[in-house]
């Protein structure tokens, strides 16, 4: 599923990913690196974030064939 948001959200070139109890933030531009941090609540928080801008998003228009 893919979902858009408004161009004011500039997200650079950076991204998360949330597994298990664990957050890992990605920075993939001049200087690559990952940090992992573990945390159940620092997950959840996240998983709660992404959940919002989810709902908050519009959905991607698709042709139809």
Do not use: C, H
Request: proline share 2%; net charge neutral.
């Amino acid at each position: 599923f893919v979902r858009n948001l408004p161009s004011t959200y500039e997200f650079g070139w950076g991204d998360n990913l949330i597994f298990g109890n664990k957050l890992a933030i990605f920075s993939l531009k001049k200087d690559i690196f990952v940090i992992v941090i573990e945390s159940e609540e620092v997950a959840k928080t996240y998983r709660a974030m992404f959940e919002w801008a989810w709902r908050a998003a519009e959905k991607y228009a698709t042709m139809s064939a």
